[in-house]
Structure formats: structure tokens, C-alpha cells
């Protein structure tokens, strides 16, 4: 069949109809033989029970960590109704970027920026928010960097009527004015972190008077103001095992996609940062992989400035800087580390989901690194072929998409080449300006900054 | 049949196929039995011929701008190509907005934002942006206010390889800095206007050496600019009737999803400016009225404080405050008015599209005023209802809808209400912030202020 007959079949953007939509998320951990090592207790370093976590977490979202056998968890109607406000997600074929890289391959996309949150991280907030409404609580805390979690929650919670009190890093607070706005737009009470409404926050203040903040200590201070203000409880991101089931609604709609299409990927690329949306997109066809039912390249994209996957141990460590959340056997740079001011905020985090940690030390999925550089000439390109600015995070993936369809018209190979657009790039103007400025550099941390991280993993006897 | 049964029928959000997407465009001004009147020229005020206009505009949109009678206008591949890009624009269901409403009302919306341009702008951009390209032209010319356009003309631009010089009123190249990189990442040359780049802009610096610029001013920049250029031409946004043409895609493509789930609306609303949205969700609509097929109540939404339809003057007036332009019979509160600096920068324009200036005058349409806190009432109560934050433009139209909505409830009446959603509010968090904080003002011009402007308006004898 030609080019020219294909595109007649296979339309631009395939939207699967509401009605089959998926009606169940997907537990990629049910399908593991080695299931991804328990949470331990920052304290006794023993594996964290229920109970344990009540405290912290919401009941219902405990369980969903904690089950790692039930392979499809039903998505209640409140959230399916919700999804259906801004999914299903539209899975793009990138017939004009095939056009101007002159390749054979087939690129598709699924783009999870179509909403107000600009990406992928509104489909565990809404799940969150619901099972936090569900248990009767009055609000949620979270943290948030760059804003984009932030502003998920705020929707959701918005939209539940629930209380949402975000802590996000003060530098980010101040730089972007916007993102907290959106926020403030949604009703959530926005506090720059560190702050003087938490004991932690009044510590740091005292000891580093003119600080920024961190991530690491706006956890901390989310964590200890739900405990504070009573009936509320902390909720996270990315990292946990409950965000990467509520994300693979992502893989699920893409695999519905293209079945209906008969389109079988070879190669599947996301970006990585804590890994919820690599994760979520990948999960469908990794438990195809893991029965032995097909076979697929995995390619994880991280910055070269944040290596937790390529140059990362195999370890337990914190998952927060303050040392007070439980620890997760992951791919770590050590929670010590320090990444470099990278403009891809929702990729520096030091660690990696536990479940893709697992998967990637069995050799189940690849990973490779690239140069921010590197990530807004394919950013740039893309959004000029292809009309959507992709947020700096989504561009990894872009980058590594590009690359492999380059190999392909060398070659010659038809491949199909799947990847996440997470995001849009709205927010991220500054950094889209210092590199139309030319004034963008590059960092690569040193064998001697990633030993700092190292020093600081906490020795585990289990 | 209950409102749960109809919620099974009717999806969220309906797409129609990329097969059914229309292929010509809807030329209004064919049903019409009283044609809008022609453009004339500004130094003889004499209707402007085709050749009159070839200095300025390009070959084939002047044969589109004086076209009356061509019901249907062919879409070429390469733009339908680019449309199947970010199109069909999704109809909305406003299935949660009506539930908190609680209003026996059927809600639906036409959203333009899922772009990077964030607009329904974009529509006519290709299609100006097409023709010059295909007269061999190296680039085009134009100007921005509050910068949706300019966005549009440079993505469209971008595509097709072509230079686009876009000069933006210096006030909004200031305050809005991530409006024009995203320009820039497009590769659009900005230039804050007034500039040193031209005549006319030399003699403002000199006059008023801190002006902040107007719109009028960058329109006259951009026209000079394009002939000093030599091949180049200048494009328009709006208020043209080329652009009401393009932008006939919107309601095209509604009342084919309408059409295919058998809805017919009873009050359709759109919020006007240059007319350019109006124009086109109408189109098809007002087409069907006009031949007497169908009956529909349309309503026009303008801010109290540019009302051109409801408190402006019939007659013929200049486009642009500059006087280079051609004139057009139209509402218009005359090139002279300065509107107050409301924050819908859209719908900051003394004139009115003529050929809805005409509608209007005959009655074939309403128009409606409101103010605007009123204004950003509705669009963060939409925000977090719809999940979609709403440009300011497009809130006046959903300010109304509510009201309608909100009667409906009062009357029991299950009308079917359409109103287009013209775009998002990304980049509008100034405006938001004011509105958040409780420091939003209203501005209505008195009786006095208008007559500056009508004072103005040309005596023109035809």
C-alpha cells in the first residue's frame, strides 16, 4: 500500500468514541514476576504497612499502592465522567514531521496537552481528589515545582469542591506568577515554600533566611500541613505506584486507538521523571510484553543534566530531600543530589518509580539521555511542523522520536515509532526565549557531583 | 426521553470525522439580498476596484474579499491538510455546567482553543498565509494587539516557509514578553510598534517619543512596511470579509455535528470584536434563516466598553485610526474612539465586520452588552466547571450563554443554547490576577466620550 493510500485509512488524529473509552485502569504490576521492592519506613527502614500510612495518605489510594496482584482496577463513573471533559486524548499520526524528515517510518503521538492543566498529570489528580472527597476529607495538600501537578489538583479539587493547598517552591512562585494564578483561578490557597505556616518551614527560613526553596522541602511542609490542619491529607504527582496505574488510562486509550487501526508499534519512547507518564503510556504494552504476547522496544528519555536511570544505582532511598516520606527501591541519584537549574522542572527529580526501576534492572525497557540543547532544536521543529509547542519535558521524548526516524530514512526501515507528548509549553516561555536567544548551555554533572548523591544513600538490611 | 437517556446518546464532546470536514467555505454574502457595501478608497472615497487593492493585499483574497455571490468557495488541499492538523474543533456538550446550573437547557459550545495559537485565529491565517505563498510572495506583513493573531500568521508561516514580519503594539510587547517568543520561536520577525522601521512610525517617536503604540499605529507600520518590502503583502485578522469566509469553517463544522445528532440550536451566541468568530459560527445559520429555511436567535456579546452594534453609527468609516485603509460601511463608534483598556484586547475595535453590520441593521441579528467583571465572573465559573480556562473574549459569550441557561431555568423552557469558545485565557493571567484580587474595574463610556469618535466618522456621498 502507498504512502498516499495509508493516509486515506489512517486519519490525522484517531479519537477513540466515549463509549470505549477505558472503564478500568491497568496494574502493570499484576503481570511482574518481580514485583517492585516494598516502601519502608523513613524510621525503622521496615516495610510500610496500611496503617502505617494512614496518616499521609488517603485510604483508597493506600490500598491502590499497596495491591500489587489485581491487574485491572475499575475507574468509578465520577472520574470516568471528569475524564470525558477533556479525554479521550487524541493519538496523533505525524504525517507532516514524516513529511519533512523525509522518513519511511510512521510517527504517532499520543498528546496529553489538550486541557488546562497543559499535560498528562490531571488524570491521577482527579483520581486523587475523588477517593480524597470519597473519604469525607475537607482537602488535600500537595507540592508543587514548575506548577503543573499544582494546577491538575487545583482542577480537580475545584471541581470536587475540596479544599487544595499548595506549597509550591518559592522560586517558582515568584518566576512564575502565572502558573499560580491558574491556580488561584481554581480556588487553591498557593503558599511559597518555605514558608512560615509549617514548623519546617519556619526551621529553613530561620537557618537560610533568603532561601528559594526546594521541592524536597515543599514536600515537607505539605506533608506536615495536612497532618496540621486535621482532616486533610498529603497527595503526590508522580513516583507512586498509584499515579502510574490512574496514568495508564494514556497506554490504554493509545493501544484502543490502534488496534481499531491495526497498528502495532516497535518502538515506544516517553520522557522520565519520576516516571508516571512513561509509565502510564507504556504499561498496556509492557504487560503484553511480560505474558509474552508481543514484543516492543522501550526507550525511556531523561536529561543528561538528571541521569536516574543511566547513571543511577539500583537502590532504597528517600523520596524527599527532608528524609521524612518512605523510602522506594528505585534508580536514584540519591536524594542528596542536586540537579543542575534544567528549564524541564517536572524531569529533575532524583529518583524513578519504583515499578520502571524494577523493569528497567530486568532489561525490559532501555534508556538513553539527551542535551537540553539538543531537546529545543527538536522542540522548535516540531512545533513548527507540527503546530503544538510542546512543553520542554514532552521534547525529550521528541528528540529521541526525531532521532530514531532519522535512522529510518538511512536505513530504510518502515518502523513504527510511538511516543508521549505530555505537554504543552505555555508556561515555558522564559526558557523557549533563552534559547532563541542563543543564550541556552548544557549541563552534565560530574562523576564527582553524583558521588555527593551517592554518599548520602541510606544503608538498607532487608 | 430522560435527561439520563439523552446523556447516553449525546457524547461530551462530538468530532466529527476528518472525511466530513467541510471542503469549501460558506460565503454569506451570496443569500444576502442586500449586499454589504463595497469597500472604498480613502483618498477618493470611490469604491476600491480589484486593481485599486492589489498594492496592498494579495490576488486571491481581494478576489475573495469582493466576492458576493460565490455561495461556495473551494478549500485547497494543502489547507485542508493543515487544518486536519488542530481541526475539527471539538463540540462541546456542556453536560457539567448545565448540572451546576441546574437548568433544564441544553448547553453546547464550538471550542477553538485546542492550538498553540489558542484561537479560532488560526483559521484564516492558513488561508491568507496559503495564498501569498502561492503568488510567489516572500512574506507577509501585519499587525498584533494583544498577539492571538500574530501567533496564528506566524505559525501558519512557519509552515509554509514563509517570512512574516509582525508588528506588535509596543504596550503588548512589554507585558506580554511570552506572546511574542512564541512568535519568535515560530520565526516571525516582531517589531514593537510604533518602530524606527518606518515612515510613519519615525514621525509618531518624534511627536510622542514614550508612546506605549495602538493598534491603529501597527496596522499603518505594517501596510507601509509591506510595500517597502516589495514582495510582500499585508494580512488582516479580521473585520475583513475574506476573513468571516475562512472563518465559516466553525459553524460549518457545528452544524454538521449538529446535523448528524439531530440538534438544532435555538439561540446561537458569539462574542464580538472585528466580528470574525461571530461571523463565522453563524454563517451556515443565518444562511438558512436568510433563505428561510430555519429560524435562529442570534445573539452578538460586545463589551460595555467598545459597544459598536449597540450604541455605534451605520455608516461608513475608516478600518484603521492611521486613515490608510480602505473604508468600510459598518457599526462603528468611529476611528477615532479609544476604548478603555478592558482586557479582552479581541474586542478593543471601533468598527464592525459590514457584513454583520448589515445583518444587524436589518434585524436579522441582536446584540448585547456586558460589563467586564461580569465578564470574568462567568469565565471563572466556567474555568472550574468545563475545566477550560476561557480567553476574556470568549467569557462575554459565555457570560451569556449562562444568563440564557439561567432563564431557561426560571421558565422551565429546554431551549438549546450554542455558543462559540473562541479561545483559552493562557496568557490573559494579568488580567485573572486582577480579577482574583478583587482589583478589576469597569469602564462604560458616557455619551461624551462616543461623540469624539462620531465626530470623526468621513462624509461620505455615494
Known amino acids: ?19 470505549d473509552m477505558p472503564k478500568a485502569w491497568y496494574n502493570l504490576r499484576a503481570d511482574m514476576k518481580n514485583k517492585p521492592a516494598p516502601l519502608l519506613n523513613p524510621e525503622t527502614l521496615q ?40 479525554r479521550p486524548a487524541p493519538l496523533v499520526r505525524a504525517y507532516c514531521l514524516e513529511e519533512k524528515l523525509q522518513t519511511p517510518a510512521k510517527i504517532y503521538y499520543k498528546f496529553e496537552g489538550n486541557n488546562t492543566s497543559g499535560s ?6 482527579i483520581a486523587q481528589a475523588y477517593y480524597a472527597k470519597k473519604q469525607g476529607l475537607d482537602g488535600v495538600t500537595t507540592e508543587t515545582g514548575a506548577g503543573q501537578w499544582g494546577t491538575a489538583l487545583s482542577m480537580a479539587c475545584a471541581y470536587l469542591g475540596l479544599d487544595c493547598r499548595v506549597y509550591m517552591v518559592k522560586v517558582s512562585y515568584e518566576q512564575k506568577p502565572f502558573r499560580r494564578e491558574v491556580m488561584r483561578t481554581y480556588g487553591a490557597q498557593v503558599t511559597p515554600s518555605p514558608s512560615e505556616t509549617t514548623e519546617v518551614g519556619r526551621a529553613i527560613l530561620a537557618k537560610h533566611p533568603g532561601t528559594g526553596g526546594s521541592l524536597g522541602c515543599a514536600i515537607s511542609e505539605a506533608v506536615e500541613a495536612a497532618g496540621n490542619l486535621g482532616n486533610y491529607r498529603y497527595v503526590l504527582g508522580s513516583v507512586l505506584n498509584q499515579v502510574m496505574l490512574h496514568q495508564s488510562i494514556i497506554g490504554l486509550e493509545t493501544k ?29 504494552f509492557m504487560g503484553e510484553k511480560l505474558r509474552g504476547e508481543a514484543d516492543y522496544r522501550f526507550i525511556a528519555v531523561e536529561p543528561a543534566s538528571c541521569p536516574s536511570f543511566t547513571r543511577g544505582k539500583f537502590a532504597y532511598d528517600y523520596c524527599d ?14 536524594s542528596g543530589f542536586i540537579p543542575a537549574p534544567n528549564h524541564s522542572g517536572g524531569l529533575r527529580y532524583h529518583g524513578m518509580n519504583p515499578i520502571l526501576s524494577q523493569l528497567y ?31 520542554p519535558e514532552s521534547s525529550h521524548a521528541i528528540r529521541v522520536a526525531m ?45 564527582e557531583d553524583l558521588a555527593v548523591g551517592f554518599a548520602g544513600l541510606p544503608e538498607v538490611n532487608l
Chains 1, 2 share one sequence.
Do not use: W
Open 361 to 391: 534492572h530486568e532489561g525490559y525497557m532501555e534508556a538513553t539521555t539527551v542535551k537540553q540543547t539538543e531537546v529545543f532544536e527538536a522542540a522548535e521543529y516540531f512545533a513548527r511542523v507540527e503546530g503544538i509547542l510542546p512543553a
Open 256 to 284: 484502543i486507538a490502534m488496534d481499531q487501526y491495526g497498528i502495532k508499534p516497535d518502538i515506544i519512547i516517553g520522557c522520565a521523571g519520576g516516571g508516571s507518564n512513561l509509565g502510564g503510556l507504556i504499561a498496556p
Open 1 to 19: 500500500m502507498s504512502a498516499q493510500d495509508m493516509k486515506k485509512e489512517i486519519p490525522y488524529k484517531i479519537y477513540i468514541s466515549e463509549n
Open 321 to 334: 530531600t527532608g528524609m521524612i516520606c518512605p523510602l522506594a527501591k528505585m534508580h536514584t541519584l540519591g
Open 47 to 86: 516495610p510500610m504497612t496500611y496503617d502505617d500510612l494512614r496518616p499521609v495518605f488517603c485510604d483508597e489510594l493506600i490500598k491502590q499502592e499497596l495491591d500489587d496482584t489485581t491487574p485491572y482496577i475499575e475507574i468509578p463513573d465520577e472520574i470516568r465522567s471528569f475524564y470525558k471533559m477533556y
Open 403 to 447: 532521532d530514531e526516524a532519522i535512522k529510518c530514512r538511512e536505513t530504510g526501515e518502515e518502523k513504527t515509532i510511538l511516543f508521549g507528548l505530555t505537554g504543552t509549553g505555555y508556561f515555558d516561555m522564559v526558557a523557549y526565549e533563552k534559547f532563541n536567544n542563543g543564550a541556552m548551555t548544557d549541563y552534565i554533572p560530574g562523576d
Open 120 to 125: 498528562h498529570k490531571l488524570n491521577s489528580a
